[in-house]
Each structure stands twice: as structure tokens, then as C-alpha cells.
């Protein structure tokens, strides 16, 4: 297609999308009203509205609407297109997801049956009743998880990952590389530093960020009072975009609540209020199977961290109300997963009774809670906290344990963490594969959970930062690849996985910008 038919099938993608919008319904109200204002003249009707709608903010909630829409929508493809090519394009990435979709939805169903725990059921009025009273404090409640366990755990899916071939591929080809090294074995593009160097220049050795203590050219507290007073302008535009490219250097502690909602347009209006309280009279009406995954997950992670302990109900809170939430199943359009489909008990073996379970279309596994926890730190406000989570899952977090070719899926983060050890550590890289301990297999977890649970909470907060301002998890991947090059003198001397895995146990001493700043730009080439 030429631009010009990709941005008009753009254009009207987002109109309809948007029209079935309460922003849209809210906009259509404004300006019906401001039509019996004395300053809106009938013959420059047009523009005297569309002045009143700009001066009012309408325009701008607008915008923002808009911005948010282009991150979270398919790119502009033919119009002949399968759907299927549209989630993804690789074949062999869209059998390789189908089947471990039905290796996980079996798991989890013969999990039912082994327990005669029911997929779902109608709570008892005086269940209801008592969950109604604790809501604020499930924390407190210990009930017997020791038969459940989580459906499937990161390691299991990196032997999936790991057996991944691209039927179509002469390996043969690449003998004179080093692909042979590693564990993921498809070929994907991937940035080199070079690349990378260009993609990411606002984190380069001279631009101010926050989270690093010593600038060479400026003195931190000058720089970060001035930079707090820009983002103080930036909350007071309300522009999502210029939010976004303020988050590339850091957000301040007191600002990134408000920043982060801004960047991914989520709001806490009445009707996202009365959404949240609609998913939780859910939860509280229905037991479901895959609420008790959630409370062992939390009760394995979360509970066990120092860091995120204190948040166990809100977890809860959050984590039930999205397996309900039917809004998030919009996200499979451009995921390369599909929702699993169930047969709720009582509806006898008849495909055609076969609904989306859990009604959010995502089953939980080990360490998903891990995705809301440092969230906890900046929203007190249940409803708020769901809402930004619900918009980093959908935009960010469903890539990490979902099979695909997109440069922020995990098989891509993979293969970069990977390349960047090969073609910058590779006698590192060489010595943890002689003596059994593949890199990948030790960063694979921290990857998958984006560094959550594994770096201290300020620390995380600024990688997260740079993944709302690149509006991409590549950062993760090249973060990983740091964790090794700080760690390699040490890694050098080691024998063993065991060992390995001993030297890279803890990273919460870790600073995380100077990390990624000297991998990325002080490496040679």
C-alpha cells in the first residue's frame, strides 16, 4: 500500500474504534452545549465550536485518545490480509503458540478434573457475604493451596522457546557465525549496539537522566530541579506524547504516578470507577479455578518480597478483577495468542458451549503478579492501580509470555540478550557454554517478569520509565546483557551453573541506568 491509502485505512481504523467511545460521547455532549453559548455565531459555526472544544481540553483528551490508540492498534496492513497474518506474520511462530495454548489450557483443565474443583461456579449467598466483608483484607485468609499448583512456570516455557525452528531456514547459512552458540535458534532481526546507540541517544553519557548520581557536566540536584519543573509543565499540558518523551530520561518520584497514567491514557473517571466496581460484584458472584492460581502465585512471590509484601490485597483485588474483565480480551487482535476456550462444567462436551476462560482470555503462571507489584508503590487508589495495570499489560507485559516475531516479544529479547554477549563477551559467552550454565538460561527469568522481584523497586521503576518512553521492552534485553559484562570478571572464574547462578543471585545493589549507559555506549566497537 502507499502511505498516503495506509494512513487514510489508519485514520479510519481509530474513528471507529473511537466512536463507540464514552470520550466520544462526552465530546458530542460538550458540543451540543456550547451551541446556546452567546460566542458561537451561526455562520463560523464550525470553527467557533471546534475553538470552545480546544479551550475546554476536549481537544486535547482528544489527542491523547488518539496517541493511545496508534501504540495499541495493528499496523496499517492490505485489506486482504488474513487476520491471522495480522497478528503474526510467521507461520511457524503462529503453530508454535497454537500449540502451546492447548499444552497449557489441557494443563490447566486436567487440573479441574483431578481435583473436581470446578472451572467456575456461583458462590454461596454466605460465601459472598463473607468475601464482601474481607475485600480490604484477604491477605489475612489462609486458604489450602497445597493441591494447586501454578500451570506452568518460565523455565517450562524457555524449552518451548528454545525448540523453536523456522522449517524454511538453511541454518547451514550461518555457520560462519556464531548463531550456533546460543540456545534460540531463529532467525529474527535483531538491533546491534550500533543500532541500539541510535535508537536510544537521549540515554547517552552526556544527556542528563534521572537515576544516575554523578553527571559529568552538571551537577545533579541543578539538573533534576530543573527537570522536575519540566515535567511539572508536561502534567500541566496533559499531552500523552510529550509525557512519553519526557519519561526517556526518567521520571521524578513524585511526578511518575501521574506520568505514567498520562503516557498510557489511563484514566480513573466515574465510568473506570464503576468498571472496577463491576469486575469486583464479579469476583465476588463467582469462584473461579484460576483465582486460586492467583492466590498461590501471590502467596509464593509477592508475600516472600521484601519490597512487595505489604501490597498482598491489593494484588488480590487487581489480579481477580482483571481475570473477569472481558475489555482485555480487545488486546488478541494484535497478540499472537488466542484466548482459551472451555467448557464450563454442566454444559456436557459440545464445542459449540465452549467459552473464553478465564473471561480475560490470559491464564496466570508462576510470577504473573510479579507485573502489578511495583505498581502498588504508586497508586493507592484500587481503581487508578487497575487501570494503568490493565494498559501496561495489554501494551507491554502480554509479549513476554506469548510467542511471536515482534521486536518486543520474548523470543526477540532472547535472541538480542544472546547476540549483544556473543558479539561483545564472547569469551564470556563461550566459557558459560563450555561449562554448561547458557546465559539464557539464567536471564530468562528476569526477562519474563521484566526485571520485577529481582531489582530493588527505585531501580525498576526507572527501567520502567524507558520502557513507557521507547514504548518497547528491547531495554530489558539489553539490561540483561549489562547485568553479564558488569558480572564477567567474576563469571570467568566459575565452573558450573550452580556457581553462575550464585554470582548473578542478587541484583538488588544494581543501579540500573549507569548499567545500561556503559554497555551501551562506552563499549568498543
Not at 469486583?280 to 518480597?305: E, F, R
Not at 482485555?328 to 462444567?345: E, G, R, W
Not at 454444559?347 to 467459552?355: P, Q, S
Amino acid at each position: 500500500m502507499d502511505e498516503g491509502s495506509e494512513l487514510s485505512l489508519t485514520i479510519a481504523q481509530i474513528v471507529q474504534r473511537l466512536k463507540g467511545s464514552h470520550l466520544h460521547s462526552q465530546i458530542e455532549r460538550q458540543a451540543k452545549e456550547c451551541l446556546h453559548q452567546p460566542d458561537i455565531k451561526l455562520e463560523s459555526l464550525k470553527e467557533d465550536v471546534r475553538s470552545f472544544l480546544k479551550t475546554s481540553g476536549w481537544e486535547r483528551q482528544l489527542q491523547n485518545a488518539v496517541y493511545r490508540e496508534l501504540h495499541v492498534q495493528l499496523p496499517p496492513s492490505h485489506p486482504a490480509a488474513p487476520a491471522e497474518h495480522l497478528k503474526e506474520p510467521l507461520a511457524y511462530m503462529r503453530k508454535a503458540q497454537a500449540s502451546w495454548e492447548k499444552r497449557v489450557l489441557k494443563s490447566l483443565n486436567s487440573m479441574s478434573t483431578e481435583l473436581g474443583v470446578p472451572l467456575a461456579r456461583m458462590r454461596p449467598a454466605a460465601e459472598q457475604k463473607e468475601l464482601t466483608n474481607k475485600w480490604n483484607e484477604m491477605g489475612t485468609d489462609e486458604p489450602d493451596l497445597t493441591r494447586f499448583r501454578p500451570v506452568y512456570a518460565p523455565k517450562d516455557f524457555l524449552e518451548v522457546l528454545i525448540g523453536l525452528r523456522n522449517p524454511n531456514h538453511d541454518s547451514s547459512e550461518d555457520i560462519g557465525v556464531r548463531s550456533h552458540w546460543g540456545l534460540i535458534q531463529v532467525p529474527l532481526n535483531v538491533r546491534d549496539i550500533p543500532q541500539l546507540r541510535q535508537a536510544y541517544s537521549e540515554l547517552n553519557l552526556t544527556t542528563g537522566q534521572l537515576g544516575i548520581d554523578d553527571h559529568a557536566h552538571i551537577h545533579p540536584d541543578l539538573f533534576e530541579n530543573e527537570y522536575v519543573q519540566v515535567g511539572k509543565k508536561v502534567l500541566l499540558e496533559q499531552d500523552s506524547a510529550a509525557a512519553q518523551q519526557y519519561s526517556r530520561q526518567g521520571c521524578s518520584t513524585g511526578l511518575r504516578a501521574d506520568l505514567w497514567a498520562l503516557i498510557l491514557n489511563a484514566t480513573n473517571q466515574p465510568q473506570d470507577v464503576m468498571h472496577y466496581e463491576q469486575l469486583t460484584a464479579g469476583v465476588i458472584q463467582h469462584d473461579l479455578l484460576v483465582d486460586n492460581l492467583i492466590y498461590k502465585d501471590v502467596k509464593l512471590t509477592a508475600s516472600n518480597d521484601d519490597y512487595y509484601f505489604v501490597f498482598e490485597d491489593f494484588l488480590y483485588q487487581v489480579l481477580l478483577c482483571f481475570s473477569r474483565d472481558t475489555a482485555v480480551l480487545d488486546h488478541f487482535k494484535y497478540n499472537s495468542a488466542t484466548p482459551p476456550k472451555s467448557v464450563i462444567q454442566g454444559k456436557g462436551g459440545d464445542e459449540e458451549c465452549a467459552v473464553v476462560y478465564p473471561p480475560n482470555g490470559v491464564i496466570p503462571f508462576h510470577g504473573f503478579s510479579m507485573y502489578v507489584a511495583p505498581l502498588c508503590f504508586l497508586y493507592n487508589e484500587p481503581s487508578k492501580l487497575y487501570s494503568v495495570f490493565r494498559e501496561m499489560y495489554i501494551r507491554y507485559f502480554f509479549r513476554l509470555h506469548s510467542i511471536s516475531s515482534s521486536p518486543s516479544g520474548i523470543v526477540s529479547l532472547c535472541l538480542q540478550f544472546e547476540r549483544l554477549l556473543q558479539t561483545y563477551l564472547p569469551q564470556l559467552f563461550y566459557h558459560l557454554r563450555q561449562i554448561g550454565a547458557q546465559p539464557l538460561r539464567i536471564a530468562f527469568k528476569w526477562m519474563v517478569r521484566a526485571f520485577s522481584g529481582y531489582l530493588s523497586t527505585d531501580q525498576l521503576l526507572l527501567l520502567w520509565d524507558r520502557i513507557l518512553g521507547y514504548d518497547s521492552l528491547e531495554i530489558v534485553a539489553v539490561l540483561a546483557a549489562a547485568v553479564f559484562a558488569f558480572r564477567a570478571e567474576n563469571l570467568m572464574e566459575v565452573t558450573s551453573l550452580a556457581s553462575a547462578e550464585a554470582v548473578l543471585a542478587d541484583l538488588s545493589t544494581l543501579k540500573v541506568m549507569p548499567l545500561i549507559q556503559i554497555f551501551l555506549f562506552a563499549t568498543a566497537i
